[in-house]
C-alpha cells in the first residue's frame, strides 16, 4: 500500500532493515510474478523477507531472490491453531469460505465472472440443503465484498452467512470446508485436520498454486460438484486421504507450527543486535 511505500522509503534514507512479513498463501508460480509483485508479496525492497514455510522459501529462490533476504520463521498468526482431538466431532456442517470478485483485478469485473461466482454460490447452497447438511457461508471481511446472503436465503432461510471474525472456529466445527478458487484459509483447514474442496470459478492467467496440485484440495467445478460433494461427505477413503495430503502440505507451508511468534522474535532479537 501507499503508507508501506513511504515507510519503505524513509527507513531506506535512514538505513534502518526492512522487513517484510508473509502475509497470506501466494501463487507461487512464476505466471504470477507480476502480481505477487504489485500486491507487495515479494521482498522487492525489503533487506529481509520473513516466509512462512518452504513452499515459499523455494518459490522465492526460483525467482532468484537472493537467498540471504530469505528467512523461514513460520507464522504467529498460526500460533493458536491446532488440532483438537478431544473437541473433534461431527457436526453435519459445511463451511464455504468465499473470497468474491475484486476491484485490484480487472479480469473479475466482467459480467461472466460474477454471473460465474453467483452461480457457484447457488449451487453449493442449493447442493449442502440437498444433502441434509447445516451450510456457513463466511465471506472475507473486505469491506466491497459482494454479499451473497440474498442468494443463499433464497435457497434455504436456516444458511448462516458470517461476514466478520476469526474464521478458524468455524473451521474446527465444520466436517467439509469448500472454498472458492484459492484462499489462505485452505491452510488453517490443513491444519485443522479437515478435508478441503476447491470449486473452480476462473482462470486469471496464474497457473496453479501448489495447495491446489498436491492433492491436498479436491479440485472440483459447477459439472463435477455434486458428484464430488457427495463422495467427500460419504466416503470415508476419500475424506481421510485429504485430511493425510492436508496435513503434509501444511507442513511445506508453514515451519514451527504453534512456535511462530517464538521464532519471529529470535529473528528480530539476532537482527537488531
Not at 523461514?72 to 461431527?90: A, H, R, Y
Not at 463422495?231 to 514451527?256: A, D, H, P, T
Request: hydrophobic letters at 35%.
Amino acid at each position: 500500500g501507499l503508507h508501506e511505500r513511504i515507510a519503505i522509503q524513509l527507513a531506506s534514507q535512514k538505513e534502518i532493515p526492512v522487513c517484510l512479513v508473509q502475509h497470506g498463501l501466494n501463487y507461487d508460480t512464476k505466471m504470477a510474478y507480476d502480481m505477487n509483485v504489485a500486491q507487495g508479496a515479494l521482498p522487492m525492497k525489503s533487506d529481509h523477507y520473513l516466509c512462512w514455510g518452504k513452499i515459499n522459501e523455494d518459490y522465492c529462490k526460483e525467482l532468484s531472490i537472493k537467498s540471504e533476504k530469505i528467512h523461514v520463521v513460520g507464522s504467529p498468526v498460526f500460533d493458536k491453531v491446532k488440532f483438537d482431538e478431544q473437541n473433534f466431532s461431527k457436526n453435519d456442517c459445511v463451511l464455504l469460505a468465499t473470497a468474491a470478485p475484486t476491484k485490484e483485478d480487472s479480469s473479475d469485473l466482467t459480467v461472466e465472472i460474477i454471473e460465474k461466482y453467483m452461480n457457484s454460490i447457488k449451487k453449493i447452497c442449493q447442493l449442502v440443503t440437498k444433502y441434509n447438511k447445516k451450510l456457513i457461508i463466511k465471506i472475507h471481511p473486505s469491506p466491497d465484498e459482494l454479499d451473497p446472503s440474498y442468494i443463499a436465503k433464497q435457497i434455504n432461510p436456516e444458511i448462516k452467512v458470517i461476514k466478520e471474525g476469526n474464521i478458524s472456529p468455524l473451521i474446527q466445527s465444520c466436517d467439509l470446508m469448500i472454498v472458492i478458487d484459492f484462499t489462505s484459509p485452505i491452510l488453517d483447514a490443513h491444519i485443522l485436520q479437515k478435508p478441503v474442496m476447491s470449486l473452480s470459478v476462473k482462470d486469471n492467467g496464474w497457473g496453479v498454486p501448489t495447495a491446489l496440485k498436491n492433492n491436498s484440495c479436491l479440485v472440483t467445478d459447477l459439472e463435477k460438484l455434486e458428484n464430488d460433494l457427495k463422495s467427500v461427505l460419504n466416503n470415508e477413503r476419500v475424506r481421510n486421504q485429504l485430511i493425510i495430503n492436508g496435513i503434509q502440505s501444511s507442513k511445506e507451508y508453514l515451519s514451527y507450527q504453534n512456535n511462530g511468534s517464538k521464532e519471529l522474535i529470535k529473528f528480530l532479537e539476532k537482527l537488531v543486535h
